[in-house]
């Protein structure tokens, strides 16, 4: 029975670059055994990765559907799965499957509107999929601002593609900030949704937001302060998924699953759910 | 409609056996019936249902998904998927008949799960009409007829006879096995039978159990409604419950290490559970009511919202009569929605 | 039937409400049906009159509900115990497992409790139930006569083999206080022994593959109180939801007997609440029957702070050797 199709059954793919990011964040690249892709994807999608015997888990791509020849997924170590990735070596297989759920609206929504991105921690992963399709259609959008915030400057994601070629991007305002004061950091320091509120952004975006439950409710406050709507603001909800497309029944916030209705949520779209993520 | 005798019933299921595969309850040693696979000498069980659900036959308790080598830092992954062969599953009352639309709403959606696709395209169901429901029966109130179930074949059961009646082309077929065994009948026997068991169906415990105030819409107003803690305060959080629905299909998917090889399987989960929806970095259903009222909200407000107002309940009363402490989806209907 | 009346254990909940002896009462709720009872945490006089209930259908043991419950509760929990429950009420506290002085027990007489399973097969369509001298006035939804139904008939495993009338906890005892009972609870269990190994592995093997997996037994298990579960832990590495292979379907009881062995108190809930029917009390039983045999009688939670036989060394143990030697071959 070959001939049907099957979204469970995943396609070996090849870790092919192990970027050390932070001490508990590494990236990695990975295609198929041919070198090739596993899939295409839209900014925000996910994908299953697995390693047979340890077992699967949902991981944001973070690298741009505008990047051809391979994917990238930023991976903070925190259980089974990523543990065994984080001791993973170039060379080392392993299984993938998707691309899974609903995209950023970007080619409609976001087209012709100035941006604003705001991640905390390892939320700026499933973020820089969007941030460099956006960079990468550059005329399509206004102005581009980028809040980022970590623990720490060694905490911080990305920190070398962020300085060398976002910062120098034309309408493109990076602004950096760890939580605590730290030796060879001159830059902002104090939390997320604080700078977001000294920053003291215009209405005139839409805003992306992504990190820990925590800085995501602060920062939606801040915003909301400055006087942006919540149909402004986007995110994107993590929850236990096994199936990846609706079925197995357990990244349900009310009646809509994480896996295949998000995990790209408006905000105004979240009051109409149970607060259960 | 056709008819045979029930004395030629051993006749019938011998023949159909040739045919198909079939499976039908049988009477288990500790009165309770079963879907068992019929061989000389089996006994159709006089039951009103059995304990596990027909659901069983197009999504299993646990199945093997594929099979991986992994050597060194290869991994091979194999293909196991075998299409099913055709098999009939006879005596399937109304209610479970019903069940199957649900779980097709879940599992043939896009994307189709090929696994139970293959199941459901091969299985031909013969419904059976009931006569004699139970206190705990409460169909109806998912809009159920009991004495005209659905299914490829629907079927009525008298005295003496077996009425037949095929609904589809997969049912044209099967009565063609058995067409020397039964004859061309009128309806007035099942007609009688039906105006009988209408009677009984009116004087049930749970008649009056309706779905007003559930359904699509109705997901903040009834998940912030403050029942769910009494309602939850005695639940064990075992699985008892999901386990016997036959629409409940929550399900995990897990390895296992046979030491050649790596099975990925997949297995009935509950959201009772208290790791259903566990994270590596925490859990957003910590405690039972949260987990409690997510089996509720799903069946009687989430599902109906993603399907066009269906329920996620066909009315068995299986979890009625199973669940250790007697709490059940009555109760809840009742405590939080109203009756009639 | 029962001695007592719901009426008086009513009456006396009512009162230690008011009087303010306790916050509130672990009872029995009454269902849709007359045999549906759920245990339910009364919080006032009021909801106490229009829900409790006391019938012949509280089978329910509440023991292990004191683990959670007493925890998140202010001031006293009222709780009724029938015999077999206070066994499991010390067991727990032997294992310092809930606060004492959180619980006020009230021990109820029992004349043994009715398995709905058996009612239901003798009786198909029940629309009420009537407890009477002569037995369960049972009628039905088709408009048949009524039928009455012996109750010894229709008991649950448990009681039909009860151990014990007598209560061995409790601040205040409702009705008479009665004996321990030298029980036929072991018969079926020496009728397993009797079998060859081939017949005893044919019988298990029939049994547990029924399992569905529901994890009720463990949930009901009043000896089942760890905070994380092995079976339900990922991280515990024998996580399992299914069985894989015929030998985990019997791995799972087995490790659930053998965890429980010494502290288990043969309550029977295990049985009772089993969907599939599975006897797993008989898996329990037998270590009780063996412990008995190897190290003396022992009765588990007869006392608060007792040592059970397995987590203790006397002089007097056997050698393993003869633990292995002592039914012959067959052992």
Same mark, same amino acid.
């Given at each position: 029975?070959?001939?049907?199709?099957?979204?469970?059954?995943?396609?070996?793919?090849?870790?092919?670059?192990?970027?050390?990011?932070?001490?508990? !964040?590494?990236?990695?690249?990975?295609?198929?055994?041919?070198?090739?892709?596993?899939?295409?994807?839209?900014?925000?999608?996910?994908?299953?990765?697995?390693?047979?015997?340890?077992?699967?888990?949902?991981?944001?791509?973070?690298?741009?559907?505008?990047?051809?020849?391979?994917?990238?997924?930023? !991976?903070? @170590?925190?259980?089974?799965?990523?543990?065994?990735?984080?001791?993973?070596?170039?060379?080392?297989?392993?299984?993938?499957?998707?691309?899974?759920?609903?995209?950023?609206?970007?080619?409609?929504?976001?087209?012709?509107?100035?941006?604003?991105?705001?991640?905390?921690?390892?939320?700026?992963?499933?973020?820089?999929?969007?941030?460099?399709?956006?960079?990468?259609?550059?005329?399509?959008?206004?102005?581009?601002?980028?809040?980022?915030?970590?623990?720490?400057?060694?905490?911080?994601?990305?920190?070398?593609?962020?300085?060398?070629?976002?910062?120098?991007?034309?309408?493109?305002?990076?602004?950096?900030? !760890?939580?605590?004061?730290?030796?060879?950091?001159?830059?902002?320091?104090?939390?997320?949704?604080?700078?977001? @509120?000294?920053?003291?952004?215009?209405?005139?975006?839409?805003?992306?937001?992504?990190?820990?439950?925590?800085? !995501?409710?602060?920062?939606?406050?801040?915003?909301?302060?400055?006087?942006?709507?919540?149909?402004?603001?986007?995110?994107?909800?993590?929850?236990?998924?096994?199936?990846?497309?609706?079925?197995?029944?357990?990244?349900?916030?009310?009646?809509?699953?994480?896996? @295949?209705?998000?995990?790209?949520?408006?905000?105004?779209?979240?009051?109409?759910?149970?607060?259960?993520? | 409609?056709?008819?045979?005798?029930?004395?030629?019933?051993?006749?019938?299921?011998?023949?159909?056996?040739?045919?198909?595969?079939?499976?039908?309850?049988?009477?288990?040693?500790?009165?309770?019936?079963?879907?068992?696979?019929?061989?000389?000498?089996?006994?159709?069980?006089?039951?009103?249902?059995?304990?596990?659900?027909?659901?069983?036959?197009?999504?299993?308790?646990?199945?093997?998904?594929?099979?991986?080598?992994?050597?060194?830092?290869?991994?091979?992954?194999?293909?196991?998927?075998?299409?099913?062969?055709?098999?009939?599953?006879?005596?399937?009352?109304?209610?479970?008949?019903?069940?199957?639309?649900?779980?097709?709403?879940?599992?043939?959606?896009?994307?189709?799960?090929?696994?139970?696709?293959?199941?459901?395209?091969?299985?031909?169901?013969?419904?059976?009409?009931?006569?004699?429901?139970?206190?705990?029966?409460?169909?109806?109130?998912?809009?159920?007829?009991?004495?005209?179930?659905?299914?490829?074949?629907?079927?009525?059961?008298?005295?003496?006879?077996?009425?037949?009646?095929?609904?589809?082309?997969?049912?044209?077929?099967?009565?063609?096995?058995?067409?020397?065994?039964?004859?061309?009948?009128?309806?007035?026997?099942?007609?009688?039978?039906?105006?009988?068991?209408?009677?009984?169906?009116?004087?049930?415990?749970?008649?009056?159990?309706?779905?007003?105030?559930?359904?699509?819409?109705?997901?903040?107003?009834?998940?912030?409604?403050?029942?769910?803690?009494?309602?939850?305060?005695?639940?064990?959080?075992?699985?008892?419950?999901?386990?016997?629905?036959?629409?409940?299909?929550?399900?995990?998917?897990?390895?296992?290490?046979?030491?050649?090889?790596?099975?990925?399987?997949?297995?009935?989960?509950?959201?009772?559970?208290?790791?259903?929806?566990?994270?590596?970095?925490?859990?957003?259903?910590?405690?039972?009511?949260?987990?409690?009222?997510?089996?509720?909200?799903?069946?009687?407000?989430?599902?109906?919202?993603?399907?066009?107002?269906?329920?996620?309940?066909?009315?068995?009363?299986?979890?009625?009569?199973?669940?250790?402490?007697?709490?059940?989806?009555?109760?809840?209907?009742?405590?939080?929605?109203?009756?009639? | 039937?029962?001695?007592?009346?719901?009426?008086? $254990?009513?009456?006396?909940?009512? %009162? $230690?409400?008011?009087?303010?002896?306790?916050?509130?009462?672990?009872?029995?709720?009454?269902?849709?049906?007359?045999?549906?009872?759920?245990?339910?945490?009364?919080?006032?006089?009021?909801?106490?009159?229009?829900?409790?209930?006391?019938?012949?259908?509280?089978?329910?043991?509440?023991?292990?509900?004191?683990?959670?419950?007493?925890?998140?509760?202010?001031?006293?929990?009222?709780?009724?115990?029938?015999?077999?429950?206070?066994?499991?009420?010390?067991?727990?506290?032997?294992?310092?497992?809930?606060?004492?002085?959180?619980?006020?027990?009230?021990?109820?007489?029992?004349?043994?409790?009715?398995?709905?399973?058996?009612?239901?097969? %003798?009786?198909?369509?029940?629309?009420?139930?009537?407890?009477?001298?002569?037995?369960?006035?049972?009628?039905?939804?088709?408009?048949?006569?009524?039928?009455?139904?012996?109750?010894?008939?229709?008991?649950?495993?448990?009681?039909?083999?009860?151990?014990?009338?007598?209560?061995?906890?409790?601040?205040?005892?409702?009705?008479?206080?009665?004996?321990?009972?030298?029980?036929?609870?072991?018969?079926?269990?020496?009728?397993?022994?009797?079998?060859?190994?081939?017949?005893?592995?044919?019988?298990?093997?029939?049994?547990?593959?029924?399992?569905?997996?529901?994890?009720?037994?463990?949930? %009901?298990?009043?000896?089942?109180?760890?905070?994380?579960?092995?079976?339900?832990?990922?991280?515990?590495?024998?996580?399992?939801?299914?069985?894989?292979?015929?030998?985990?379907?019997?791995?799972?009881?087995?490790?659930?007997?053998?965890?429980?062995?010494?502290?288990?108190?043969?309550?029977?809930?295990?049985?009772?609440?089993?969907?599939?029917?599975?006897?797993?009390?008989?898996?329990?039983?037998?270590?009780?029957?063996?412990?008995?045999?190897?190290?003396?009688?022992?009765?588990?939670?007869?006392?608060?702070?007792?040592?059970?036989? $397995?987590?203790?060394?006397?002089?007097?143990?056997?050698?393993?050797?003869?633990?292995?030697?002592?039914?012959?071959?067959?052992?």
């Amino acid at each position: 029975m070959n001939m049907r199709e099957e979204t469970l059954i995943p396609k070996v793919g090849v870790i092919t670059d192990v970027r050390i990011d932070t001490p508990d !964040i590494k990236t990695f690249r990975v295609v198929t055994p041919d070198g090739k892709k596993a899939f295409d994807h839209r900014p925000g999608q996910c994908a299953m990765l697995s390693i047979p015997g340890v077992g699967e888990a949902m991981f944001s791509i973070t690298s741009s559907p505008t990047n051809e020849e391979y994917m990238e997924f930023s !991976i903070k @170590k925190c259980g089974c799965v990523t543990e065994w990735l984080h001791q993973a070596e170039v060379g080392q297989q392993l299984t993938i499957r998707g691309p899974y759920g609903n995209p950023f609206p970007v080619d409609d929504v976001f087209a012709g509107n100035n941006m604003l991105f705001i991640a905390g921690g390892v939320g700026l992963a499933p973020l820089r999929s969007v941030i460099n399709y956006c960079r990468h259609y550059r005329d399509r959008y206004g102005k581009i601002d980028i809040v980022y915030g970590s623990r720490s400057k060694d905490d911080l994601l990305d920190y070398k593609e962020i300085i060398d070629e976002w910062a120098t991007d034309a309408g493109v305002n990076v602004h950096l900030t !760890i939580d605590n004061p730290q030796d060879g950091w001159d830059g902002h320091v104090g939390f997320v949704p604080n700078y977001v @509120k000294e920053l003291g952004f215009d209405t005139d975006k839409i805003a992306v937001l992504c990190g820990p439950p925590i800085m !995501i409710k602060f920062t939606l406050e801040g915003l909301r302060a400055l006087g942006f709507e919540k149909t402004q603001v986007y995110t994107t909800l993590e929850l236990r998924m096994k199936c990846g497309v609706g079925k197995c029944g357990r990244c349900n916030v009310g009646a809509k699953y994480v896996c @295949k209705d998000g995990p790209v949520f408006r905000f105004d779209e979240l009051d109409e759910l149970p607060d259960e993520y | 409609m056709r008819k045979c005798s029930l004395e030629k019933i051993n006749l019938v299921f011998a023949e159909i056996a040739k045919a198909y595969t079939l499976y039908l309850p049988t009477d288990q040693n500790d009165s309770s019936a079963k879907f068992t696979k019929w061989e000389e000498g089996s006994v159709w069980s006089n039951a009103l249902n059995t304990v596990r659900s027909p659901k069983d036959f197009f999504f299993p308790q646990a199945e093997d998904l594929m099979e991986f080598k992994v050597e060194g830092k290869n991994i091979d992954i194999t293909d196991i998927r075998q299409e099913s062969e055709d098999f009939v599953i006879f005596g399937v009352r109304a209610c479970d008949v019903k069940s199957f639309e649900i779980l097709d709403r879940v599992f043939l959606v896009d994307p189709v799960d090929s696994f139970y696709a293959s199941r459901r395209e091969h299985g031909i169901i013969v419904s059976l009409a009931c006569t004699k429901p139970s206190e705990t029966c409460f169909c109806t109130t998912f809009g159920i007829d009991c004495t005209e179930p659905a299914g490829d074949v629907s079927i009525w059961k008298t005295e003496t006879e077996l009425y037949w009646q095929a609904n589809t082309e997969k049912g044209e077929k099967l009565l063609s096995y058995v067409d020397s065994l039964t004859e061309d009948a009128n309806t007035k026997a099942v007609d009688e039978q039906k105006e009988k068991t209408s009677v009984v169906m009116k004087k049930l415990p749970l008649a009056n159990l309706t779905t007003d105030g559930f359904g699509a819409g109705k997901t903040m107003e009834l998940f912030n409604n403050e029942a769910w803690d009494e309602l939850s305060q005695t639940c064990l959080g075992c699985g008892t419950c999901t386990f016997v629905c036959p629409t409940c299909q929550c399900y995990d998917i897990k390895d296992f290490d046979t030491g050649n090889g790596v099975i990925r399987y997949r297995c009935w989960d509950s959201c009772m559970y208290s790791e259903f929806t566990k994270m590596a970095h925490g859990n957003n259903r910590l405690t039972q009511k949260e987990r409690f009222r997510q089996r509720f909200m799903h069946k009687l407000v989430y599902y109906p919202e993603n399907n066009d107002g269906l329920y996620s309940c066909v009315g068995c009363g299986r979890c009625l009569a199973k669940c250790p402490i007697s709490m059940n989806i009555a109760k809840v209907m009742k405590k939080i929605g109203g009756e009639k | 039937m029962q001695k007592i009346t719901r009426e008086q $254990l009513l009456d006396r909940a009512v %009162a $230690l409400l008011s009087d303010g002896t306790v916050n509130s009462v672990l009872g029995w709720q009454k269902g849709e049906f007359d045999y549906d009872v759920t245990p339910h945490i009364f919080k006032s006089a009021d909801e106490l009159k229009e829900g409790f209930v006391w019938n012949d259908f509280c089978y329910a043991n509440f023991s292990k509900y004191l683990v959670l419950k007493t925890d998140r509760i202010e001031g006293k929990l009222l709780v009724f115990l029938k015999p077999c429950d206070t066994y499991s009420f010390n067991q727990l506290l032997t294992e310092h497992r809930f606060d004492r002085e959180k619980v006020y027990a009230i021990g109820v007489g029992c004349e043994g409790m009715v398995d709905v399973n058996k009612l239901k097969a %003798a009786v198909d369509g029940i629309s009420s139930i009537e407890a009477t001298e002569e037995g369960l006035k049972v009628t039905t939804i088709y408009d048949d006569e009524p039928t009455v139904v012996a109750i010894e008939n229709v008991l649950l495993e448990r009681c039909v083999n009860c151990k014990s009338k007598k209560h061995v906890a409790y601040d205040e005892l409702m009705g008479e206080e009665g004996e321990i009972i030298d029980s036929a609870r072991f018969d079926e269990v020496a009728a397993l022994e009797a079998m060859t190994a081939d017949e005893r592995f044919a019988f298990w093997q029939n049994e547990l593959s029924k399992c569905i997996r529901c994890n009720a037994c463990r949930d %009901a298990c009043p000896a089942c109180t760890c905070e994380n579960c092995v079976f339900n832990n990922p991280n515990s590495g024998v996580e399992t939801k299914a069985p894989v292979t015929s030998f985990e379907e019997q791995m799972f009881h087995i490790i659930r007997a053998y965890h429980v062995a010494g502290r288990c108190t043969d309550c029977g809930e295990c049985s009772r609440v089993c969907p599939q029917n599975i006897p797993l009390h008989l898996l329990n039983r037998k270590f009780i029957k063996d412990i008995n045999e190897c190290y003396g009688d022992y009765q588990a939670g007869e006392e608060v702070g007792m040592r059970a036989p $397995l987590v203790d060394y006397t002089l007097e143990d056997l050698e393993p050797g003869e633990v292995l030697n002592r039914r012959g071959e067959d052992a």
